[in-house]
């Protein structure tokens, strides 16, 4: 039987590994539609809650998703492969919060609802779980991307505004503020005043650190361990209450992880990205980059309009606070070479090979 498909650095999957084993052993019902596992000596593979006899750890193959590629069949206590109820809610979420993102206009909450097939008042109560603000704060969050894309180009304020969604540019100064991430004194002073809420889970790079603020996702940070990552996150906001998520929270946040583990998967929930005027510019041109492509930090200083500012995109690059979903790994030197990453050069080269792989494989 062959090794897992995607090829990952030894240490590192044996980490995750780990936490896979951990998550079996307990019968994780959380676990479910993150791995499969097969057991060598049957041939047959189980989502982690299946109630079957627990195997030995050295009869135990691992999947994200091709155990039946690598000849494991579904087991039929558990039927891995058939979507749980929870699954297909949360894919008929992710659904609405693309329609919401292509949609021209803004879309009532009905008719949201009606196009993924869940009542009004189920999808309102669904959407909050699943995404943590109600569609209209989601929506709102929206416009506010649109809004940066639009100002980035030549659009005037005011066109910009409406061409955004917004009902009158009167409403957009009203929540420009907040939607444009200047920075506020909060972020002056390192979170003074925020409450960031952060879950620390394992992806295939290793450890992930997720936190959010109130106004969506603040920070992604990978590394080795938890304690590492907890003194990042806390050297980036040394003056916030930082609080550790409960289930509900780091059932959401498992969103985010996806995102990183599978690069075709798009992230629907809203983000907090917060620096200067030009940080957000160099950003917001780094969230253009389509995946399984790369650009210089050459070719970035020439999209936002400063040819000279090279040294500077780099910088901004650096103080990418997300992770992945901002993918400042996609920046490269104009030789080719990965040049520096915040989180390591293994993890940039890792991300944009299985990207490619993503790409090629359609
Ligand atoms: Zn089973």
Same mark, same amino acid.
């Given at each position: 039987?062959?090794?897992?498909?995607?090829?990952?650095?030894?240490?590192?999957?044996?980490?995750?590994?780990?936490?896979?084993?951990?998550?079996?052993?307990?019968?994780?019902?959380?676990?479910?539609?993150?791995?499969?596992?097969?057991?060598?000596?049957?041939?047959?593979?189980?989502?982690?809650?299946?109630?079957?006899?627990?195997?030995?750890?050295?009869?135990?193959?691992?999947?994200?998703?091709?155990?039946?590629?690598?000849?494991?069949?579904?087991?039929?206590r558990c039927c891995p492969g058939n979507?749980?109820?929870?699954?297909?809610?949360?894919?008929?979420?992710?659904?609405?919060?693309?329609?919401?993102?292509?949609?021209e206009t803004s879309l009532t909450l009905?008719?949201?609802?009606?196009?993924?097939?869940?009542?009004?008042?189920?999808?309102?109560?669904?959407?909050?779980?699943?995404?943590?603000?109600?569609?209209?704060?989601?929506?709102?969050?929206?416009?506010?991307?649109?809004?940066?894309?639009?100002?980035?180009?030549?659009?005037?304020?005011?066109?910009?505004?409406?061409?955004?969604?917004?009902?009158?540019?009167?409403?957009?100064?009203?929540?420009?503020?907040?939607?444009?991430?200047?920075?506020?004194?909060?972020?002056?002073?390192?979170?003074?005043?925020?409450?960031?809420?952060?879950?620390?889970?394992?992806?295939?790079?290793?450890?992930?650190?997720?936190?959010?603020?109130? =106004?969506?996702?603040? #920070?992604?940070?990978?590394?080795?361990?938890?304690? $590492?990552? *907890?003194?990042? /996150?806390?050297?980036?906001? !040394?003056?916030?209450?930082?609080?550790?998520?409960?289930?509900?929270?780091?059932?959401?946040?498992?969103?985010?992880?996806?995102?990183?583990?599978?690069?075709?998967?798009?992230?629907?929930?809203?983000?907090?990205?917060?620096?200067?005027?030009?940080?957000?510019?160099?950003?917001?041109?780094?969230?253009?980059?389509?995946?399984?492509?790369?650009?210089?930090?050459?070719?970035?200083?020439?999209?936002?309009?400063?040819?000279?500012?090279?040294?500077?995109?780099?910088?901004?690059?650096?103080?990418?606070?997300?992770?992945?979903?901002?993918?400042?790994?996609?920046?490269? =030197?104009?030789?080719? #070479?990965?040049?520096?990453?915040?989180?390591?050069? $293994?993890? *940039?080269?890792? /991300?944009?090979?299985?990207? !490619?792989?993503?790409?090629?494989?359609?």
């Open positions: 039987m062959s090794t897992n498909a995607r090829a990952f650095p030894e240490e590192e999957r044996a980490l995750r590994e780990n936490t896979w084993w951990d998550a079996l052993c307990r019968r994780d019902k959380q676990a479910d539609g993150r791995f499969v596992y097969g057991v060598k000596t049957t041939g047959i593979f189980c989502m982690p809650s299946c109630a079957s006899r627990l195997p030995l750890r050295e009869n135990v193959q691992f999947f994200v998703d091709a155990a039946r590629q690598a000849g494991f069949r579904p087991c039929k979507p749980s109820r929870e699954q297909r809610q949360c894919a008929a979420i992710e659904r609405a919060c693309q329609l919401m993102a292509q949609a009905a008719q949201v609802a009606k196009a993924v097939g869940i009542s009004p008042y189920h999808f309102h109560r669904l959407f909050k779980t699943q995404v943590g603000v109600t569609p209209k704060r989601y929506a709102t969050a929206l416009r506010g991307q649109r809004v940066r894309a639009l100002l980035n180009g030549d659009a005037p304020v005011t066109q910009a505004a409406l061409a955004a969604g917004f009902h009158s540019s009167e409403q957009f100064y009203q929540e420009s503020h907040q939607l444009l991430g200047m920075p506020p004194r909060s972020f002056k002073h390192k979170g003074q005043g925020m409450t960031i809420h952060f879950t620390i889970g394992s992806c295939s790079l290793g450890a992930v650190l997720v936190a959010e603020s109130e =106004r969506g996702v603040c #920070a992604v940070l990978l590394g080795d361990d938890a304690t $590492a990552l *907890k003194n990042e /996150l806390h050297s980036l906001f !040394a003056n916030a209450t930082l609080v550790e998520g409960d289930v509900a929270f780091e059932q959401r946040m498992a969103l985010v992880i996806r995102a990183i583990d599978s690069p075709g998967a798009p992230l629907t929930l809203p983000l907090d990205i917060r620096g200067t005027a030009f940080q957000l510019r160099v950003l917001q041109a780094l969230r253009d980059i389509p995946r399984g492509t790369t650009l210089s930090y050459r070719d970035v200083a020439e999209k936002i309009g400063q040819p000279d500012a090279v040294r500077a995109v780099a910088g901004a690059c650096a103080a990418n606070r997300l992770a992945v979903i901002v993918p400042c790994h996609r920046v490269i =030197r104009t030789d080719g #070479a990965l040049s520096g990453y915040r989180w390591g050069i $293994a993890r *940039k080269r890792q /991300l944009l090979e299985n990207e !490619a792989k993503v790409s090629h494989d359609g």
